[in-house]
T-cell receptor, first 114, second 112 residues
Framework: AQKVTQAQTEISVVEKEDVTLDCVYE???????LFWYKQPPSGELVFLIR??????QNEISGRYSWNFQKSTSSFNFTITASQVVDSAVYFC???????????FGTGTSLTVIP | NAGVTQTPKFRILKIGQSMTLQCTQD?????MYWYRQDPGMGLKLIYY???????DKGEVPNGYNVSRSTTEDFPLRLELAAPSQTSVYFC???????????FGDGTRLSIL
């Protein structure tokens, strides 16, 4: 079973539209971390945000915001007023303490059309 | 600002050949990781290390070996290359568990 599920494989939006990327995770641990990474066409992986399992406070950083809900095991990511530079593959990831395992979702490819 | 450095960037191997992918970090991070990324897929953890002399298997360790003799270096060894190992390999490091991982630029490996 997938530990991290990103059901949206590809999303296309027109510039300036808002877009939400979904992430659902599965873990039996009470302590864990969740992450979002961005992989632009150039291929590098860029860290965006980290959230620990005890902090359900939603966060806004510029045009980015994250909605963490333990009750639904979801950690969704919203880009407001999307820009062409936001075009990338976005990965959600889960880090569990036992065995220091780190699980990535399969990614959502976002294309922002000018 | 070197961060995590991977060499080589590209490599083509023949089936059955062996090679070592190099990874070095200059951030004094304790934790280091090796991932592979297949087309259209997320990253899968191959091996990780929590410090010099300590390594452990990730989700997909078969066909690979690692060593960690120093804090800085974490090489990944392919002993008998197989076409199924064609992938992009990423090395990463972090200060400790739960901290963000810093990634290298990746090594694109093709096995023919």
């Amino acid at each position: 079973a997938q530990k991290v599920t990103q059901a949206q494989t590809e999303i296309s939006v027109v510039e300036k539209e808002d877009v939400t990327l979904d992430c659902v995770y599965e873990t039996r641990d009470t302590t864990y971390y969740l992450f979002w990474y961005k992989q632009p066409p150039s291929g590098e992986l860029v860290f965006l945000i980290r959230r620990n399992s005890f902090d359900e406070q939603n966060e806004i950083s510029g045009r980015y915001s994250w909605n963490f809900q333990k009750s639904t095991s979801s950690f969704n990511f919203t880009i407001t007023a999307s820009q062409v530079v936001d075009s990338a593959v976005y990965f959600c990831a889960l880090s569990e303490p036992f065995g220091n395992q780190f699980y990535f979702g399969t990614g959502t490819s976002l294309t922002v059309i000018p | 600002n070197a961060g995590v450095t991977q060499t080589p960037k590209f490599r083509i191997l023949k089936i059955g050949q062996s090679m070592t992918l190099q990874c070095t970090q200059d951030m004094n991070h304790n934790y280091m990781y090796w991932y592979r990324q297949d087309p259209g897929m997320g990253l899968k953890l191959i091996y990780y290390s929590v410090g010099a002399g300590i390594t452990d298997k990730g989700e997909v360790p078969n066909g690979y070996n690692v060593s960690r003799s120093t804090t800085e270096d974490f090489p990944l060894r392919l002993e008998l290359a197989a076409p199924s190992q064609t992938s992009v390999y990423f090395c990463a490091s972090s200060y400790s568990w739960g901290q963000p991982q810093h990634f290298g630029d990746g090594t694109r490996l093709s096995i023919l």
